[in-house]
Structure formats: C-alpha cells, structure tokens
C-alpha cells in the first residue's frame, strides 16, 4: 500500500518485443520496418504476422494480419521467421528485473507482466519513481524500452500501459479510475472482442465510459456473468489480485563480455560486482539462500555450473562474493577463454519479513547480524555494512557505490599476477 492505503499495481508491456530484439541482435534492421511471422514469398505465402516494428506499423502493418497484406503494404521490409529460444531467452531476463521491484510478479505472456510494489514503495519510491526505475533497468540490461503503467488495479494499470506505448509511463490517479477510462474506445475494455463490441455498439455505447452508466443487469441479461464483470470493469472495479505462479526456486545475475575474457583477475572482478547486485536485489525482496552456484560459459560456448550448498541461509555480499571466487578458482578453463559469467542462489527462503526500518546512516551502536564463514560453515558476527549500504543508495540513488566500482576497468587494468 502507499501512505494512502491505496494497492500500487504496475503493468509492464514490452514494446513491439520480438521485432525489437531482432532490430537489437541485427544492427543493420535498426530504423527499418521489420515483420516477424510467415513466409510472404512475394505476396503469396499464407500464416500471420507475429510482429511488427514500430517502422513498419507506420505502413498499416499490425500483429495477426495476414503476411501476404503485410508484404503488399511494404514489399521492402525484412520479414523474418520467429526465433522463439532467443524471445524466450530475453523474455526470462526481463523476467528476472522485474523481480528486483516486487516478489508479486505474474507473467500473463512472454513479453508482459503484472507487479505488485505495494509493499516496495517505500523502498523505491512513489508509482512514478517506481515506474521509471523499471523502465531504467530494462534499458540498462537488455538495450529494449517497455511501457509501464501504473493504477490501484491490474486492469486499470493494463490500460495505461496501452496508453502510453511506446517507451512510455503513465499513472492512474489514485481513486479517479473511472474516469480515467471513461472516455477511451471499446477496444481497451479488458475482456472486449470483436464480438463483444459489436454488441455493446448495437446497443449504443462506443465508449467505456457508456458502460459504466448502462444498466448492470442489462448487461447481465445478455452477457451473463461476463456482463458483470464488463460493467465492473467499466466502472474501474478491479480486485484480482497480481498471483505469482509456483514460488521462486533461484535468483540470479550474470554479465556476457563484449570480448572473451582470459584474465583471471579481471573475471574475480566482475564476479565481485555481479554479487555485489545480486545480493542487494535478494535483501531488497527480503530473501536468503542457502546454495550458491557460478555458471561459466566458455568462449567455445560450452558452459558449467558449479555450486556449494552452506550450513544457513545468506544474502550478504562477502559470503556470496567469497564461495563464488573459490568456486571459480577450482574450476579448470585449461586456457579457454571465458564468454560470460554468472551468480545466482537458490535454496531460496522467500518469506517476506516486515518493511524494512529506517535507520540513521552514521549512529554510533553496531546491530550486528548472523553470517556464515565459508570454510568452516559456523556463524559469526560481521557488522552492517551491506545495510549501510542499501540505505545510502535508497537515498542518494546509484551514484553511490563501492570504491572497488568507481570506474569500469577493461580487462588490460587487470593483468595476471
């Protein structure tokens, strides 16, 4: 809830996600119309559009027309076959961000989903903090842009994301649901096909708005329970709430070097960074695990996980930081050079404590807290650092950091020892 009391419900819509990776993954489709779909084999072939750049939307082309009208429309763009594994591959990623805002996602397709920042808010901010921070964070790790909107209900939110695509961000005013959608078009009732339009044009409403006023067991008798749920809608009465489905088994962070890496050095580097974020994302969803796992993708593509399971559950930075280098050190490239590197831990224990309290950055007492020593899998003491840390970083944004992070190093600041 924010200080209101009101839900704060997040739709995340990627924009145009299929044509857009394959503009990201393809430097010279960047700027072009491009269509993923069937075959169009000169205006003749059959099947649909799956997708469609916004370049190429400026000729009329849109998702589910025929590929044989799309190429008619523009005979010059790329048509491309779908690559479901790479849409999936990005999907998962941008999966795995959103759950840095909220432990409530709920994926209702591959490139969208619902959050639930109720109980995050005043970690991260207000809805339009919250809705920008996404958006930042998509950006920043995948290159995509995605629209977000943000109201007290799924549906509500949903339209707003519409409304503001692409690369867009929109806010429901808390408590004026209703009449943020009553003057907008049929096509954005949540629930409304074509049929169902038609119907409701027949009876005179064109608007959303026109069905909130309409008689609710008017639209009951001809609707059934659908009807209802059409009215309440209409009406900006929404309570579903956001499910996540099954619970969260691992939470993970990895980083794909631009060029394959042979430095041990410079790799132990960016292993201490990815832990650095993967621990702050797992104490700002209030989670711990118990085994940590590296992957290593070698730059023939060849990839291996290691993992060490500890005696209690961990989420701070020098435990995750500590297994993962000895991990890393015991595993033999024999020469190979590394592609990509990964954290993550899993044996996760998702119970979400109370909010976190606010605490004075620079009070004199030590709260000391349970950690575990990595060699002999004991508890001891360590003081509050990773906490300090987060605090800073919830008041004075990014900027702040470690000093080990102060600059972005290539690997020639990183030579071997």
């Known amino acids: ?29 960047k700027d072009k119309p491009v ?33 044989s009208r799309a190429y008619r429309l523009c005979p010059h763009a790329v048509f491309m076959r779908p690559r479901m594994a790479r849409y999936t591959e990005v999907s998962k990623q941008v999966m795995e961000i959103l759950y840095e805002f909220s432990p409530l996602v709920e994926q209702i397709s591959v490139d969208e989903a619902f959050l639930d920042c109720s109980g995050t808010g005043r970690l991260i901010g207000p809805p339009m903090t919250i809705a920008g921070r996404i958006k930042e964070r998509i950006l ?32 429901c005013p808390f408590g004026n649901e209703k009449g943020f959608i009553k003057k907008l078009p049929l096509k954005y009732l949540w629930g409304a096909g074509k049929k169902t339009i038609d119907k409701l044009n027949s009876l005179g409403y064109s608007t959303i708005g026109d069905v909130a006023s309409g008689p609710q067991d008017v639209l009951e008798k001809i609707f059934g329970k659908h009807g209802v749920n059409l009215w309440r809608l209409a009406n900006g009465i929404d309570n579903r709430p956001v499910q996540s489905v099954g619970s969260r088994k691992s939470i993970s962070e990895e980083t794909t070097f631009n060029q394959d890496v042979a430095s041990d050095n410079y790799i132990e580097h960016i292993l201490f960074r990815i832990s ?26 060849d990839t291996y996980t290691r993992s060490r399971t500890l005696e209690g559950r961990v989420n701070d930075t020098q435990t995750v930081r500590t297994v993962s280098l000895e991990l890393y050190r015991q595993f033999s490239r024999e020469g190979r050079k590394v592609r990509l590197v990964g954290v993550s831990v899993s044996n996760l224990d998702t119970n979400m404590p109370e909010p976190l309290e606010q605490f004075e950055l620079f009070r004199e007492e030590s709260v000391q807290k349970n950690e575990i020593d990595v060699d002999t899998g004991a508890a001891f003491k360590s003081g509050e650092h990773d906490d300090l840390l987060d605090e800073m970083k919830r008041i004075y944004g990014e900027k702040i950091t470690r000093a080990a992070f102060l600059k972005n190093p290539s690997e020639k600041e990183y030579p071997e020892s």
């Open 1 to 29: 809830m924010n200080k209101f009391g009101n839900p704060i419900i997040a739709h995340v819509d990627m924009d145009a996600f299929y044509a857009s990776i394959e503009q990201m993954d393809k430097a010279e489709y």
């Open 140 to 171: 920043q790790e995948t290159s995509l842009t995605a629209s977000v909107g943000i109201a007290s209900n799924k549906s509500v939110a949903k339209i707003a994301s519409e409304l503001c695509k692409p690369d867009g961000l929109l806010v």
């Open 35 to 67: 269509v993923v779909g069937a075959d169009p084999r000169g205006g003749k072939g059959r099947g649909v559009v799956c997708a469609a750049s916004y370049e190429a939307r400026e000729y009329g082309i849109h998702s589910a027309m025929p590929i």
């Open 276 to 301: 650095d974020r993967l621990t702050r994302k797992m104490r700002n969803l209030g989670i711990k695990g118990k085994t940590v796992s590296i992957k290593i993708r070698l730059h023939d593509f």
